[in-house]
């Protein structure tokens, strides 16, 4: 199928998908949507910033808008990514729908979560953690809901929540339609899937560990102490905004600082921060009042900020499989996208682990060479106002420069 039309969905959700600029089906979408549209499960594999978000959610709001009883439930590793789930299927199903819905995450207020869920929503996002919270405290009832997503699944089982994940399975309907995505599929994916799934379809788009073809990446090998230096180099040869990864929470409030101190326009996200404050870094990330936004791995899954120009992996990841979401930020939806990626001589076996699982049947063959930054100006010609910082609430209105 090459457009949603010819997919017989509801005339409402046709109309919403064209003002949201779903125009054609991606590659992922046209795969998964017929089969799930006829109520099969699915086990889906495709590079990030392909469309998963759309290849589940479309046939989730079908479900809703077709049937008057069942609910639908949709589980995530991290809070932004449950809330950008939540907003992109809440303009799917319209403005004027009645359908209620619940944001069940950690760091938001208990008593807003108490009320959503005594207005017996349909439609409920969250995380495992706090969704077991609710069933504990017996707040959440799933024994209706006859439709489960499970996103970014091998995230969700690398930071843990197997535990979580099977108790909120033994609540749910025995009769559902169950959608599994995964941008990687380890064996322990491949277990859950044997258990919970029945008979499902196998969508896979592209190689499930590789980044999107669009995204170039770059290595620069170089001394710890040379790190620094090397980035203020390099932020001045990228073009647009740049999203830079670090391995500490500490690691990223220390260079968000020192990056501000050298008059550079940059903010810090990290697991430590509260719900609000986070929301509000991305959103003014997202609307460019900043350039630069240093994060941990808390970004590495569901940011999707069309924008982004530049990852940049100051410290490489220490699981080879979040090099592939970190990097896939940014070519989102087709775009072009880059990634620079420092190396230390203590990187090297990250790096090894990371250049295996992208290229298996090259044995010691490194992927990407060392190459030297083209002598360019990046011209980013906005106007932003200067993140607030933790000693002044002050803003101020700039044109970026480049350095001499």
């Known amino acids: 199928m090459q457009t949603f039309q010819e997919m017989a969905l509801p005339e409402s959700l046709n109309h919403t998908l064209i003002d949201m600029g779903f125009n054609n089906p991606t590659p992922v979408q046209q795969e998964a949507i017929p089969s799930a549209l006829q109520g099969r499960d699915i086990l889906g594999s495709a590079q990030t910033g392909t469309g998963k978000t759309g290849a589940f959610g479309i046939p989730l709001v079908n479900h809703l808008l077709t049937n008057t009883e069942g609910a639908a439930l949709v589980m995530t590793p991290t809070r932004e990514l449950a809330t950008q789930v939540m907003s992109q299927l809440q303009k799917m199903l319209g403005k004027k729908s009645k359908i209620k819905v619940a944001l069940l995450i950690g760091g938001e207020p208990m008593p807003k979560q108490f009320r959503q869920l005594r207005n017996s929503p349909r439609l409920i996002v969250g995380t495992p953690g706090r969704i077991n919270d609710h069933l504990k405290r017996r707040s959440l009832q799933l024994n209706t809901t006859d439709f489960l997503v499970l996103d970014e699944t091998d995230r969700m089982l690398d930071i843990g929540f197997t535990v979580q994940i099977e108790n909120v399975m033994a609540h749910l309907s025995p009769e559902r339609q169950t959608l599994l995505f995964s941008a990687t599929l380890p064996k322990n994916i491949t277990r859950i899937a044997g258990k919970y799934l029945n008979e499902p379809v196998r969508v896979a788009v592209g190689a499930p560990s590789s980044p999107v073809e669009k995204i170039k990446q770059t290595c620069l090998r170089l001394k710890e102490a040379d790190k620094h230096s090397t980035l203020l180099t390099q932020l001045d040869e990228c073009e647009g905004t740049i999203l830079i990864f670090v391995k500490t929470k500490f690691g990223t409030e220390k260079l968000a600082k020192k990056l501000r101190q050298e008059e550079h326009f940059a903010d810090a996200i990290h697991g430590d921060l509260r ?58 939806a087709g775009a072009l996208g880059n990634a620079l990626n420092f190396i230390t001589p203590a990187d090297n076996k990250k790096w090894q682990a990371i250049d295996r699982l992208l290229n298996p049947n090259n044995k010691q063959k490194e992927s990407f060479k060392p190459k030297k930054p083209k002598n360019k100006k990046w011209g980013f010609k906005k106007k932003f106002k200067t993140p607030s910082s933790s000693n002044s609430h002050k803003k101020k209105t700039f044109k970026t420069k480049a350095k001499a």
């Open 275 to 332: 719900q609000h404050k986070r929301d509000r870094v991305i959103a003014k990330f997202r609307n460019k009042t900043f350039r630069i936004l240093v994060a941990t791995d808390v970004a590495a899954r569901g940011l999707d900020i069309p924008h982004i120009e530049y990852v940049i992996n100051y410290d490489l990841p220490q699981c080879p499989e979040d090099y592939i979401h970190r990097i896939g930020r940014t070519g989102r």
